[in-house]
Structure formats: structure tokens, C-alpha cells
């Protein structure tokens, strides 16, 4: 900032020079001042960039170290954030409220910008969720997620429009239970633990979207 002054007064003192008894020609030396005053005015367009380029990466910085200050905060209040292995961030946050389905994805979409109902499309993430809520010792039973079943019967992620791929279905799920399970739901407790399954008691169940139930949020 200091040679970025300095530089601006140069170019007043040389465009301005104090009147003297002789006037300036090609022959005494102004070929010499013009050629300062072109060198001073590169200079100072050299230091504005410096100084431009200087300025993005302090806000780099500084948008780094506000995502920090919200992630720690996010995981003090019950949320959990992982990166997947494209590279993409995802946060979750569990809610025990219950509510239907509709009322769930409403109240996640309101929650916060991009939000709505988990989609669980990895079995890494889905054993994340299994950690968290462990580790946040919710023991609760029933997460409305983002899954529901279309009119041709199909599986899908309401939130990203994806067919289900990788499931976490308990055994003997889903089985349209009274003709009216619609809906995917994380399980959390001791009443689906398929053979074999080295998960503790975090499965999936289908249920109708008109029960009221926790459910988990998902933005990024």
C-alpha cells in the first residue's frame, strides 16, 4: 500500500514539475521524464493487480474460516457433515418431532436453502447415519427419508429424483404392509436386525406417509 502511494505521488511530481526560468525540450531531458512517468504508471498497475490478487485470497480465507466456525457449530447442535468421494460436502440433521411425510419434507425444505428429506444412495452413507445416530444416542425408532414409492411401484429419492440403488431394506422389507406403505424410513431399534448384518439395529422399513414419525434432513 505504502510503494502504491508512493507511486501516485511520483506521477504528480513528475506531471507536474515546479516552473523553472527553463522550459523543458526533447533536447534537456524530457524524452527522460516522460519515460519515468510511462515506468511509474506501469509499476502502479503491477501493484494494483498484486493487490486485487491479494484481496481474493484473504476472502478465500476468510469464506474457509466462516465454514469452519459453521461446522463446529453444526456439530454442537446435533448436526453431522461428510465428504463423499466426489468431492461433495453433505450434512445431516435427526429430528424427533413427528410429523408425516409431507410435514417432514416440508419443514426440511424450510430449515435451510437446498434442503429437504435424506436420500440415503451409499452404503457409506447409510453407515454414517448409523454412526450419528449412535453416537448422538438417539434412540428413537422410526427417520421419514426422501424414498417414496411411485405409481409403478418403483423406489425412488424424492429429493434428487434418483431410482433406488443401494438399499438397506430389513429383512423380509418392503412388504406393503395393509396395502399402504409408501414411504421409506431409517430404522433405528432392536425390531430389524437381518441375519448377518453387522450394522446395530439401523435398518430400513417401509411405512405409510400419513404416520407420524422423526425424520432427517439432508442439505449441502
Known amino acids: 500500500m505504502l510503494f502504491r502511494w508512493f507511486c501516485l505521488l511520483l506521477c504528480v511530481a513528475l506531471c507536474h514539475p515546479q516552473p523553472t526560468t527553463n522550459h523543458c525540450t526533447r533536447d534537456d531531458g524530457c524524452d527522460r521524464q ?4 510511462e515506468q511509474a504508471l506501469a509499476m502502479l498497475q503491477t501493484m494494483d493487480g498484486r493487490l486485487e490478487s491479494m484481496d481474493r485470497r484473504l476472502t478465500t480465507v476468510e469464506q474457509r474460516m466462516e465454514k469452519t466456525k459453521e461446522s463446529e457449530a453444526d456439530h454442537t447442535n446435533g448436526t453431522r457433515c461428510r465428504w463423499s468421494k466426489d468431492g461433495r460436502r453433505s450434512c445431516y440433521k435427526v429430528f424427533v418431532q413427528r410429523k408425516t411425510w409431507s410435514e417432514a419434507r416440508a419443514y426440511c425444505q424450510a430449515l435451510y436453502d437446498g434442503a429437504d428429506l435424506v436420500s440415503i444412495e451409499t452404503h457409506a452413507e447409510d453407515l454414517f447415519l448409523v454412526y450419528m445416530t449412535q453416537e448422538l444416542q438417539i434412540n ?27 438399499t438397506g431394506w430389513a429383512s423380509g422389507e418392503p412388504n406393503n404392509y395393509k396395502g399402504n406403505e409408501d414411504a421409506c424410513a431409517f430404522v433405528n431399534n432392536d425390531l430389524y436386525k437381518p441375519t448377518g448384518d453387522k450394522r446395530r439395529n439401523v435398518y430400513w422399513n417401509d411405512v405409510p406417509n400419513i404416520d407420524r414419525h422423526g425424520f432427517i434432513c439432508e442439505f449441502h
Do not use: N
Open 140 to 166: 428413537y425408532d422410526h427417520f421419514h427419508t426422501s424414498g417414496r414409492k411411485d405409481a409403478g411401484g418403483a423406489w425412488i429419492w424424492l429429493a434428487t429424483g434418483e431410482p433406488f440403488g443401494y
Open 34 to 37: 516522460t519515460a519515468l512517468i
